[in-house]
Structure formats: C-alpha cells, structure tokens
C-alpha cells in the first residue's frame, strides 16, 4: 500500500489509464446508450452539463450486489464514507473532502426532494428498498443555483422505478455472519396509463460490537399515471429502526478488543415517514413540474452511560415549482428554466439529563427564486450555461434558549462546454455556493463554551467560491473523465474541538484532481478505478497552511467483473484511503493520525433459471482499522472500529 501515499504515482495511473482506454481499438462490444440526467431538475444528456457527473444504474447495483444506496455510491462510484455513530445503515459519503461536516455539504435527494436534516445529523436512506432504485446521479462541484444551500460539494440524486417494464414480483431472503438475517420483496405491475410499486425490507443482527444489535422494518409504495404530456406521481414509504449504541474506545481498546463495548445499556430508536406528490405537465411552449412532500421524523436516545436522553421530532415540508422551455433564437438552441422552492423544517426537542432538563423547539423557514439558461450553438461544438438563485431565510428557536437570525444570500454560476470531434468534451465552471447554520449551530442548545443557554449562536453562512475544468468521453468501450477543481471558502462552519460547538473558521481552500474510467474489454468483463487527489487546508489566520481534520488526502478504488458463461458472475472491489487528521485538531498537533487503510469485497453470484444465489465477502483480508476518531487524548473513548471480515449469502427469485 506504499504507493497510495504517493500522489504523483496515482495521477501517473489515472493518465496510463485514460491513454490505455483511449487506445483501445476492435470492434465495439455494445451499443453506446443514450444517459439522461436529471440532477440539473430538467432532463439533461451529461455531455450538455458543464460539471463533473456520475450515473450508476440499476444493472450496475445489482450485479454488485449493494444492499443499500450509500454502499453503492462508496464502490461504484469511489466516494469515501465513514461509519455512522449512531448504528444506522446510512454511513457519511464525502464527495470532496469536507471531513467532519461531509452531511452538510452535500444535497442527497429521492426522486427530486431533498432529504438532507435542518441539524448535523446524517441523511438517512435507509428507508429506501435499493431493489427499487433505477438510478443514482451524482454531480460533483457546487450546484447552489439549482439545490441551495449546502451544495458546495455536491449533489446525490437517487430516483426510484418508473421503468416501462412487464410486471414483475422478486423476493430475496439472506444470512449472514454476526446473526444477519434479511427479506426483501417488491412487487410491481401496470394497467393502461397506471403503474404502480410495492417493496418490503427487514434486517436482524447482532454485528460487528457488543451491544450493536439493530432491527430494521421499511416499506414504500409508489403510484404513477402517465397521460398525453402529463405525468403524475405519489409515493408513501415508512421506516423504523431500533438498536444500541455502543460508544467509542480508545486507541488502544480498538486495536486490542474492536468488538468491546463500554456502553451496553444505551439504546436508540427511529422512525420516520416520507410521502410526495409530483406532478409534469406541459404549459403552452413550457413543460412544468411540481412537487410537495412531507417528511416526519421521531428519535429516541438513551444514553444510560452518561445519564442523559432525548426526544426529538422533526417535521419537513417542501413546495417546488419550475418550468423549462427549450427554443430557437440567435442562431443556438436555447432552454430557459425558472423555479421557486419554498421549505420548512420544524423540530422539537426534550433533553433529560441528571445535570438538568431543557426543551426547545427549533424553526427554520426558506424561500428561494432561481433562473438558469442553456445556450447550444448549432454547429453542435460549444454549449454555455449561466444561473443566478436568491435565498431568503430564517432561523429561529424558542424555549430554553431565544433568538433570530436571516441568513439571506445570492448564489451564481457560468460554465462553458467545448466538443472535441473524436476526443469527448471539455469544460469549465465559476459558480458561488453557500451553508447556513442548521439547528445543531445556531441553536446551541447544549450550551458549551461561546454559546449561552438564553441565545442563539451568531454564525454566519458559510460562502464559497468553486471553479473546476475537466473532460469526458465515452464509447461503446467504456467511459473515461479527469476533473480539477478549487473551492475556496469564508466562514466555513466547523467544529471547535475546544468548546464543543462549531464556528466560523478562517479561511479554508478545497482542491483536488477527480478521475475516473471504466474499460469493457469484451461483452463479459469490465473494470474499472476511481481515483481522488485533495487537499483541504486554512489559509488565513493561526493555523494557516494546516490541514482540515477528517479528510484523506488520496483515495483509489479500483473494480473489476467477470460472467462465467450465463450463469456464473466474479466480482472483486478495492478501496485504498490514505491517513486523516483526528477530528478537532485544527493546528495538526495531534502526534496520532488515523490511519490510512485498505478493505476488499469479493462476490460470486450463481444463476440458474428465474433463481439468483450469490456470496458476498466484505472486508476480505479481515483489516482491523477505524475512520472515526473525535479526539486526541489515548485515554478518550473516541474511536469506533470499522467491521472486520463478513460475509452475506442471499437467495432471490424472480417471478
């Protein structure tokens, strides 16, 4: 693994890659199908787009074998997690090296509506049967104009079936090590203009730590109806989670016992509801869409260990209206897309603790107007795209603390594409993004350090400046791309170790180079490598020129698959990261680091008339290693271990 700390040698694999695929020559081994994107909220081929995007589709997740959103997008598109504290399936995904606040930079949205929390806790996807995923976009670099806040990095967008297929029944049962057991089903159909989706999940096990057990219950139902030039659309799903919560270790207990928990009565308990309507239709020259969601949320926490619980409800509701024209005019093609986004986010909150008892209830409330225009010039080799979005918001919390605070803000980009004829496409993007301070921040309610237990916290948003250039191709024999990018930050929002709260730091820059490739070699095999160069460090005030905490400056994921005549599929996966500042230390004084790793996941899948068996193997070589360490202290019970070797056997049948 020595080469993984050698930037120079994975750019020179990156650029070997890239020549190698370019070069290759023989006759094509499947059609080029036509992508579109919908992360632009309009559909959208990727060659149009003047931003770095990723598609994984629903052949791709199946013949991996992923058993959840985030485990995809880590392996198939290469974007490194980290594990979720709190016991969940949904581990942190970073899509360009924001560390400790990854959650709150990227937007994650299903089937167009946003799932992201007004707090600091993860977005959670666990709900979401993966069997009824179609495809997963993801659009690295700043996307503020079209999402808000919270962009800088990205932009994950998961979209559920509407495929126009036969119906179809599938059912699969799975054991496990650690006591795992699962059953999934899903069942979909159509009759005339109506399609519909109904999809089942159930996960038992007791994993990888004492007191780690979780149970696992989520449904979703799905309704489509498809007229001349309209198209309608609910969904309602439901989900409950319960488990422990098995707390950090030191150093030292991680290495000696990973599995040892000195928590074993804390408990947790989730459950959440997610329903949408949408709606397409055309309007004159225009074609418009609408969606309204509502997204309730209810935890509970019980942290035994430090005397303390608490009760939390969340209530989100989301309008969105646009409208998109595509014409001729001024010798190009143009399209013209105009939306209003309206969002609330409303949260309740009941501590007990032995050291005293709060409620708060947090409000926050944002409106925003956005306008974007596509021009193509009609010799089809240059393409230009600029967009402007204003915000106004609020934030406020009464209760045990009071206060207000509107963080408004204007947010822009222009962005150019060329077609090289033969070589792909090249472009380039300047663009502003913005974070709010969410209810974790403003709010204080701990009352730690600079924040009083009687006012808000004066944050203020975080701002960005994000430029980026790259180029894309892709044939019949795979797909290559390289990205550069630099983002350079005022006030970001970020922990303060010292106090036990986030503020606004000095200055801070992210930049990288991206690049990924995928080569089909003949119509059974592929492989593919996703490599990710960054740096995220201050550059003004006392730590300037140290590096943000929680962030792998290199991370290399490579795959590869083979189909063993038609009934037999070898999948192999490596993901390589390099070593990370522990959380908090923001002069980089800490002598520890955690340390850099590398996990594999093999698979074997066996097919044989409508029956699918396939084992899978995570973390092959049984790598003991941790990605989450929140201080420095060895006596600080701050680390928790990653799962060794596991493995899942699964039987499914399609009816």
Not at 109 to 128: F, I, K, Y
Not at 143 to 149: N, R
Not at 167 to 177: E, K, M
Request: overall charge positive.
């Amino acid at each position: 693994m020595n080469f993984l700390y050698k930037p120079a040698r994975l750019l020179a694999l990156g650029i070997s890659l890239s020549l190698v695929f370019s070069a290759a020559q023989g006759q094509p081994v499947a059609e080029l199908r036509e992508v579109v994107v919908t992360a632009t909220r309009a559909p959208q081929t990727p060659g149009a787009l003047a931003a770095g995007v990723t598609v994984i589709d629903a052949a791709a997740i199946e013949a991996m074998g992923a058993s959840s959103v985030n485990e995809a997008i880590r392996w198939l598109a290469g974007v490194p997690g980290r594990t979720n504290t709190a016991g969940g399936s949904d581990p942190s995904l970073d899509l360009r090296g924001f560390g400790e606040t990854a959650d709150s930079n990227v937007v994650i949205l299903v089937d167009g509506v946003r799932q992201n929390e007004g707090d600091s806790s993860a977005t959670s996807l666990s709900w979401l049967p993966i069997e009824s995923v179609r495809r997963i976009e993801i659009l690295r670099g700043s996307a503020a104009v079209l999402y808000g806040e919270g962009a800088t990095g990205g932009v994950i967008h998961v979209l559920t079936d509407g495929r126009k297929e036969l119906p179809r029944a599938r059912a699969q049962l799975g054991v496990g090590s650690d006591r795992q057991r699962q059953a999934k089903a899903l069942l979909s159909g159509a009759a005339q203009q109506w399609r519909w989706q109904l999809s089942a999940s159930a996960l038992e096990g007791d994993f990888h730590r004492e007191n780690f057990d979780r149970s696992e219950r989520s449904g979703a139902a799905r309704l489509d109806w498809r007229g001349e030039g309209v198209t309608l659309s609910s969904r309602l799903a439901l989900a409950s989670s319960k488990g422990g919560l098995p707390g950090g270790l030191t150093p030292a207990e991680a290495a000696a016992m990973p599995s040892k928990s000195f928590k074993p009565f804390d408990r947790g308990q989730s459950d959440s509801s997610n329903f949408l309507l949408a709606a397409q239709f055309d309007l004159g020259d225009w074609r418009a869409a609408f969606d309204w969601s509502r997204r309730r949320s209810d935890t509970s926490s019980n942290f035994v260990s430090d005397g303390y619980r608490s009760e939390v409800g969340i209530t989100a509701l989301r309008q969105g209206l646009q409208a998109w024209r595509d014409y001729a005019a001024l010798g190009a093609l143009l399209r013209t897309q105009l939306g209003l986004d309206a969002q609330s986010w409303d949260s309740e909150r009941d501590n007990k603790a032995s050291w005293g008892d709060s409620q708060a209830q947090i409000r926050q409330r944002s409106q925003a107007l956005f306008v974007r225009q596509e021009a193509a010039w009609r010799d089809g080799l240059w393409r230009a795209q600029a967009g402007f979005r204003r915000t106004l918001a609020e934030r406020s919390v009464t209760g045990a603390q009071a206060g207000r605070i509107e963080p408004d803000n204007n947010s822009w980009e222009l962005g150019m594409v060329r077609v090289l004829p033969g070589l792909g496409e090249a472009y380039g993007r300047l663009s502003s993004s913005f974070r709010l301070p969410n209810a974790d921040e403003f709010s204080c309610y701990v009352g730690f350090g600079s924040c009083t237990p009687t006012a808000v916290s004066l944050l203020k948003p975080q701002t960005s400046r994000d430029l980026e250039f790259g180029w894309r191709q892709s044939d019949p024999r795979g797909s290559r791309a390289l990205r550069v990018y630099r983002s350079d930050l005022r006030d970001e929002i970020g922990l303060d170790a010292t106090q036990f709260n986030n503020i606004n730091y000095d200055p801070t820059r992210r930049q990288g180079l991206e690049s990924e490739f995928k080569w089909k070699p003949n119509r059974a095999s592929e492989v593919g490598a996703v490599v990710n160069l960054r740096s995220a460090r201050f550059t003004q005030g006392p730590f300037a020129g140290r590096a943000v905490p929680m962030v792998s400056a290199q991370t290399l994921t490579l795959s590869a698959s083979r189909r063993l005549g038609a009934q037999h599929t070898l999948g192999w996966m490596t993901q390589l990261q390099s070593s990370q500042r522990v959380a908090g230390d923001l002069g980089n004084t800490c002598a520890d680091r955690i340390a850099g790793f590398g996990v594999s996941r093999a698979r074997y899948a066996y097919a044989e008339g409508d029956w699918e068996w396939a084992v899978t193997i995570n973390n092959v070589l049984d790598k003991q290693y941790y990605n989450f360490r929140t201080r420095c202290s060895a006596t600080a019970r701050s680390v928790y271990p990653e799962v060794g070797r596991s493995w899942l056997l699964t039987g499914q049948r399609v009816f």
